[in-house]
């Protein structure tokens, strides 16, 4: 601003000075604007005009706006994989049954015999899982790579297994991946209705990529401390206490920390290692009130089976299924699937008190779409003061802002364009492209106002001055909005690494800027004479 204040008038001053300044063009501005000036000279036509210019594209945004989703995944050049075996595989049987399967089946990729060529990958087994990572030799044949590792890694008998491209955003689990919580007390009805749910997803959705965590089975060997409530009494004891006691018993109780002048340590309670229940149940207990009591007087030790690992959200029991939704799908038509397809499912196994929450990128998309609304809200009422203060007219700044409705339906048409070719969701990115179209359609209303308001004060009727403004602000529109779209353009239809990331950004913004330009020319001399006498405009 300051070298368009400052500079260029001088340098224009000064290289400029012996330019033929003769328009070779005027017949067209001249064409046009008495071409806008006879759209808008009947008062009808004007209300009609009016009209349709703001109602017409606040229908077509509601009509057209695209599902919402949260952040791109980028075209990474790394494939992660996940695979959940059966309970009670050890880490040896996954490296040797499993981990050499794989190595074989990928040995061509790896070696260039076959496309895509694998640059390198790993294999990592622990216990419950298996971690797999790969990138291909050419970055941008990553995508590729996503078919042959799940060719590589299904099959086995009762895992889950699949393969997705990392995100840029969303590390290995993706940026686009809804947690779908199931909590409730009863662990059995959890798991029971987690399966019921993996299934239909697995039947009703057969493309989305579907993990539980926990496992689905209970599997895991568990030892349950069932408290006698009696016993506990007697001996001088409650709960808490006895909480506390059966850690000491286990992992250990923290107590305090210690300072030794350099670091502080924690203080561990914790018993002898014991092998089995039975000398768990054995251990000896020092009690208030009922002397020396062994550990299994105090509670009932039962063997039974659980869950791989426990999870709780909110204090609750929880098994989630996660499920990432294929390419082409965003993250507002995956949660609606989940909460009109599955969840009637998973409620049908589920007992009263219990519930499904979303969680993830779910609730990330929520939170984002509350702070994009507040944030728009706010960039509205900003440009309304700061209009309102160069114009010292609450009405003018209005009529300036009546144009927003043609930029958003422009992004919106343009987002629907894009999706013809290439999958585009109105991520977060995208929305802010619209933030951004605020302030940029704004400024071709703003010279048309002022330039009315102007000639006004210098004594022209409103007729005249409305022609006036349209003449002489026609030119410089249309140089602006040009270069805007062609600056933006290569950002749309030039393909390349990361070009996903703003595309939407840059499409909304193109979209925008050309249907304002266009029907902002209608629409602002339309609203500019209303109130303009019969006599002046025949």
């Given at each position: 601003?300051l070298?368009?204040?400052?500079?260029?008038?001088?340098?224009?001053?000064?290289?400029?000075?012996?330019?033929?300044?003769?328009?070779?063009?005027?017949?067209?501005?001249?064409?046009?604007?008495?071409?806008?000036?006879?759209?808008?000279?009947?008062?009808?036509?004007?209300?009609?005009?009016?009209?349709?210019?703001?109602?017409?594209?606040?229908?077509?945004?509601?009509?057209?706006?695209?599902?919402?989703?949260?952040?791109?995944?980028?075209?990474?050049?790394?494939?992660?994989?996940?695979?959940?075996?059966?309970?009670?595989?050890?880490?040896?049987?996954l490296?040797?049954?499993?981990?050499?399967?794989?190595?074989?089946?990928?040995?061509?990729?790896?070696?260039g015999?076959?496309?895509?060529?694998?640059?390198?990958?790993?294999?990592?087994?622990?216990?419950?899982?298996?971690?797999?990572?790969?990138?291909?030799?050419d970055?941008?044949?990553?995508?590729?790579?996503?078919?042959?590792?799940?060719?590589?890694?299904?099959?086995?008998?009762?895992?889950?297994?699949?393969?997705?491209?990392?995100?840029?955003?969303?590390?290995?689990?993706?940026?686009?991946?809804?947690?779908?919580?199931?909590?409730?007390?009863?662990?059995?009805?959890?798991?029971?209705?987690?399966?019921?749910?993996?299934?239909?997803?697995?039947?009703?959705w057969?493309?989305?990529?579907?993990?539980?965590?926990?496992?689905?089975?209970?599997?895991?060997?568990?030892l349950?401390?069932?408290?006698?409530?009696?016993?506990?009494?007697?001996?001088?004891?409650?709960?808490?206490?006895?909480?506390?006691?059966?850690?000491?018993?286990?992992?250990?109780?923290?107590?305090?920390?210690?300072?030794?002048?350099?670091?502080?340590?924690?203080?561990?309670?914790?018993?002898?290692?014991?092998?089995?229940?039975?000398?768990?149940?054995?251990?000896?207990?020092?009690?208030?009130?009922?002397?020396?009591?062994?550990?299994g007087?105090?509670?009932?030790?039962?063997?039974?089976?659980?869950?791989d690992?426990?999870?709780?959200?909110?204090?609750?029991?929880?098994?989630?299924?996660?499920?990432?939704?294929?390419?082409?799908?965003?993250?507002?038509?995956?949660?609606?699937?989940?909460?009109e397809t599955?969840?009637?499912?998973?409620?049908?196994?589920?007992?009263?008190?219990?519930?499904?929450?979303?969680?993830?990128?779910?609730?990330?998309?929520?939170?984002?779409?509350?702070?994009?609304?507040?944030?728009?809200?706010?960039?509205l009422?900003?440009?309304?003061?700061?209009?309102?203060?160069?114009?010292?007219?609450?009405?003018?700044?209005?009529?300036?802002?009546?144009?927003?409705?043609?930029?958003?339906?422009?992004?919106?048409?343009?987002?629907?364009?894009?999706?013809?070719?290439?999958?585009?969701?109105?991520?977060?990115?995208?929305?802010?492209?619209?933030?951004?179209?605020l302030?940029?359609?704004?400024?071709?209303?703003?010279?048309?106002?002022?330039?009315?308001?102007?000639?006004?004060?210098?004594?022209?009727?409103?007729?005249?001055?409305?022609?006036?403004?349209?003449?002489?602000?026609?030119?410089?529109?249309?140089m602006?909005?040009?270069?805007?779209?062609?600056?933006?353009?290569?950002?749309?239809?030039?393909?390349?690494?990361?070009?996903?990331?703003?595309?939407?950004?840059?499409?909304?913004?193109?979209?925008?800027?050309?249907?304002?330009a266009?029907?902002?020319?209608?629409?602002?001399?339309?609203?500019?004479?209303?109130?303009?006498?019969?006599?002046?405009?025949?």
């Open positions: 601003m070298i368009a204040l400052i500079i260029l008038p001088s340098l224009t001053n000064q290289w400029l000075k012996d330019i033929n300044r003769t328009d070779p063009h005027a017949h067209w501005w001249d064409g046009m604007t008495q071409r806008i000036m006879a759209l808008t000279n009947e008062p009808g036509r004007r209300v009609r005009l009016i009209i349709a210019l703001i109602s017409m594209p606040l229908l077509l945004v509601l009509l057209l706006k695209p599902a919402a989703d949260y952040l791109p995944d980028g075209n990474r050049n790394l494939v992660f994989a996940f695979v959940h075996p059966p309970p009670g595989v050890n880490i040896e049987h490296r040797t049954e499993m981990g050499n399967v794989v190595a074989e089946r990928l040995a061509p990729y790896v070696s015999e076959q496309e895509p060529v694998i640059k390198h990958y790993f294999f990592v087994a622990y216990r419950g899982g298996v971690f797999m990572g790969a990138r291909a030799a970055s941008s044949r990553a995508k590729e790579l996503v078919p042959v590792i799940n060719a590589a890694i299904r099959g086995f008998p009762d895992t889950i297994a699949f393969a997705k491209q990392s995100s840029l955003f969303g590390g290995s689990r993706g940026g686009r991946t809804v947690d779908m919580n199931i909590q409730g007390r009863d662990m059995d009805k959890l798991l029971e209705a987690a399966r019921a749910g993996f299934a239909a997803l697995q039947t009703e057969p493309e989305a990529n579907v993990s539980p965590s926990p496992g689905l089975e209970l599997a895991e060997p568990e349950r401390l069932v408290p006698d409530e009696r016993r506990i009494a007697e001996a001088g004891w409650n709960r808490e206490v006895l909480a506390q006691v059966s850690r000491s018993l286990g992992d250990g109780l923290y107590v305090g920390d210690y300072f030794d002048g350099e670091e502080r340590l924690d203080i561990i309670v914790r018993a002898e290692p014991w092998m089995t229940p039975e000398d768990l149940a054995a251990i000896p207990l020092a009690t208030p009130r009922a002397g020396v009591l062994p550990f007087e105090l509670v009932d030790v039962v063997r039974t089976a659980g869950p690992k426990l999870r709780r959200l909110d204090r609750r029991r929880t098994v989630a299924l996660r499920v990432t939704p294929p390419e082409g799908v965003s993250l507002e038509q995956t949660i609606a699937f989940l909460k599955i969840e009637p499912v998973v409620r049908e196994y589920l007992p009263e008190g219990a519930g499904v929450r979303y969680r993830g990128a779910a609730d990330k998309l929520e939170e984002a779409l509350v702070n994009l609304s507040s944030s728009f809200v706010l960039a009422l900003i440009l309304y003061l700061l209009m309102s203060a160069l114009f010292h007219s609450f009405k003018d700044s209005l009529l300036v802002l009546l144009v927003l409705p043609l930029a958003t339906v422009g992004g919106v048409i343009a987002l629907r364009l894009l999706n013809l070719v290439t999958f585009q969701p109105m991520d977060l990115l995208t929305m802010i492209g619209f933030i951004i179209l302030g940029l359609v704004v400024n071709n209303a703003i010279l048309l106002v002022y330039q009315t308001r102007a000639a006004e004060r210098a004594g022209e009727v409103r007729r005249v001055a409305v022609e006036l403004a349209v003449r002489l602000r026609l030119r410089p529109i249309l602006t909005t040009l270069t805007s779209v062609f600056g933006m353009l290569p950002l749309v239809l030039l393909p390349g690494a990361g070009t996903e990331l703003y595309r939407g950004l840059a499409g909304v913004i193109v979209g925008g800027m050309l249907v304002s266009v029907f902002t020319l209608l629409l602002l001399p339309a609203m500019l004479r209303m109130g303009e006498p019969t006599s002046a405009a025949s």
